[in-house]
């Protein structure tokens, strides 16, 4: 069976027993496979637990590495990958923090830290931003990339990520309903122009920010919606198809350009 690639859009969870209850029911909509080999890889939102309570931001980041130790336990039992950020203490301040906990490593990995935080809501007078790049992350030959929200509105960061060489790009989010019309687009762009897989979770239902709008969903390459959620709670999942993404760079490749060059700076500040 294929390696699936899924969403367990969810609303924000403060309760971890309610988290792990979501993610149960999401695990059952990712197929068997043959012994040994991860199944799949499960995104969630932005912040899933917690959400953006700044109230309480440090005792939010102070449960991080327990939960990690909680998820990468259920990613090994089930042998499933799952990728979402969350608070994050990084010593010298907190960040928004993607992780991926994948069911063959020894532990949690943080993939990346969001760099483009969102002004609106003054992001960067609670979260430091991210100092390097995103790192590219293999499970069973596919090659994912990473963004969280806001910086999907940031093809360099993709274009940078994708010169490394990226099949699938994991994005997370607290979208908000009022700006609906902007995010599928966004998304469809970044997974044309990269000529990628682009799977999106983003959480649903009523936040202290606004509402959510749902809308989770799996790219194309060559910009087909493959599954798309409504605006509740809701699991969705379909098939890697390395056919579909080889074939979609045979025509032509929109990757990298002659005339502008990416020079893969080691840090982008």
Not at 127 to 148: M, N, S, V
């Amino acid at each position: 069976m294929a390696f699936q690639l899924g969403v367990c859009q969810t609303p924000v969870v403060q309760k971890r027993g309610q988290l792990m209850a979501q993610l149960a029911k999401a695990v059952q909509t990712l197929p068997d496979n043959a012994e040994g080999a991860v199944r799949g890889l499960l995104a969630l939102p932005e912040i899933f637990y917690g959400g953006f309570d700044y109230a309480h931001s440090r005792q939010w980041a102070d449960k991080t590495p327990s939960l990690l130790a909680d998820l990468h336990g259920f990613a090994q039992e089930h042998r499933v990958a799952l990728a979402g950020s969350l608070w994050e203490d990084g010593g010298s301040g907190l960040y928004n923090a993607m992780y991926m906990l994948d069911p063959k490593a020894d532990a949690p990995v943080c993939v990346h830290r969001k760099q483009h935080l969102f002004p609106q809501t003054k992001e960067e007078d609670h979260f430091l931003p991210g100092e390097t790049p995103p790192t590219p992350y293999e499970i069973e030959g596919i090659r994912f990339g990473f963004a969280i929200c806001f910086e999907i509105r940031f093809p360099e960061l993709f274009r940078h990520q994708n010169s490394l060489g990226v099949d699938c790009f994991v994005v997370s989010s607290q979208w908000p309903l009022k700006r609906l019309m902007h995010i599928t687009p966004l998304l469809r762009a970044r997974a044309i122009e990269n000529q990628c897989f682009v799977l999106s979770c983003n959480g649903c239902g009523w936040t202290p920010l606004g509402e959510l709008a749902g809308h989770s969903c799996l790219i194309s390459p060559w910009g087909e919606l493959l599954f798309g959620c409504h605006d509740e709670d809701e699991n969705r999942a379909a098939a890697f198809d390395r056919a579909m993404l080889e074939r979609s760079r045979r025509l032509f490749n929109t990757r990298s350009s002659p005339f502008y060059p990416l020079d893969n700076p080691s840090r982008v500040s």
